[in-house]
């Protein structure tokens, strides 16, 4: 089939690349290009991948209103978003025969929105998936076309399952494509009534509120590890979390309290009475690293309140 691929970061790259195999794409469209530091050019993961392979690639500022022609003239036979990021319109949706269909980082209709992966880790899920729908006006509310489990590892951080959906997100299309091609598609509706949502990560939620619970503060890190990355202050500076885990040793002190500091250990209260291990932090200006390896060249003082 004649395939328009729509995506921007690297979550649809695997699935571009295998739908290249089986499949004529006949044009990549990615959000524009931002302005990184320094005022530098930064592109996409998709516009990568699409300009090194040599594919024809589009960018509209606003697809609905910049798009339509252009899409109109590839003449594909169906459409593929992967977290392209912007609201398409009806016009948009019918210009290819077979519609569009989406790559969806979960097992609909639970945690639809912008982050499904993370929200998954978030929320200590034990297992996830993903979703292949139609595109309709209705954000990710469209018909399953199929879905593939997949089980979140202990301490799995949202790096990691991330990668690891993408792959079992380009298998699924690719499979959902085939089924099209040959007519044997089922769309099933989607159970309403069951519906999540999640929305995008919010910067006030990258900050570690120590009052709250140990099991909630480890998946709080895990879900945002490797980007943006929880951060809570000690001693008048920021630092990093990237992994925390139980600790069975029983403590005293207020949320936030360094309890233990010794060359290999640093252990933290938190708000149900439970300590937890910093295993792996960055301090500001420094690199990330192993807490032995943080601890050989610094310490934080057993009582310090981390905010």
């Known amino acids: ?10 979550f649809g790259v695997p699935a571009l690349e295998k739908i290249m195999e089986h499949h ?15 005022g530098k050019i930064e592109f996409c993961a998709v516009k990568k991948f699409a ?12 697809i609905s209103r910049d798009g339509v022609e252009t ?10 978003t992967a977290a392209y990021g912007q609201i398409l319109s009806q016009e948009v949706i019918d210009i290819a025969p077979h519609g569009i269909i989406n790559i969806h980082g979960s097992l609909l209709p ?44 202990p301490y799995e951080t949202n790096g990691e399952l991330f990668e690891r959906m993408s792959r079992l997100g380009a298998d699924a299309v690719v ?17 309403e009534e069951e519906a999540t949502f999640c929305s995008k990560i919010t910067a006030e939620q990258e900050q570690i509120d120590w009052t709250k619970p140990s099991d909630e503060l480890i998946n709080l890190v895990r879900a945002l590890n490797p980007s ?8 008048g500076k920021r630092l990093k979390i990237y992994a925390l885990r139980p600790c069975e040793a029983v403590f005293s002190g207020q949320a936030g309290e360094v309890v233990e500091c010794g060359k290999k250990t640093l252990a933290v209260m938190c708000g149900d009475g439970n300590a937890v291990y910093v295993t792996e932090l960055q301090a500001e200006n420094a690199k990330r690293m192993d ?5 050989n060249g610094r310490k934080i003082p057993v009582g310090t309140v981390l905010r």
Not at 175 to 191: C, D, F, S
Not at 228 to 235: C, G, I, K, R, Y
Request: hydrophobic share 45%.
């Open 51 to 62: 300009l090194s392979h040599g594919l024809p690639l589009y960018q509209f500022e606003k």
């Open 1 to 10: 089939m004649r395939v328009v691929f729509l995506g921007t970061p690297d």
């Open 71 to 80: 899409l109109r003239s590839l003449s594909p036979d169906i459409m593929v």
């Open 228 to 235: 943006p990355a929880a951060w809570t202050m000690a001693l």
């Open 24 to 38: 004529t794409v006949v044009g990549c469209v990615c959000q524009p290009d931002k302005v990184g530091a320094r």
């Open 291 to 295: 807490i032995v390896s943080f601890l």
């Open 175 to 191: 499979e959902a494509l085939q089924l099209i091609e040959n007519g044997k598609a089922v769309y099933t509706p989607q159970v």
């Open 110 to 153: 639970k945690l639809r929105g912008a982050a499904p992966i993370q929200y998954a880790v978030l929320l200590g899920l034990r297992q996830t998936g993903i979703s292949i729908l139609n595109t309709v006006r209705k954000v990710d509310a469209g018909e399953i076309i199929l879905q593939k489990t997949l089980d979140i590892l």
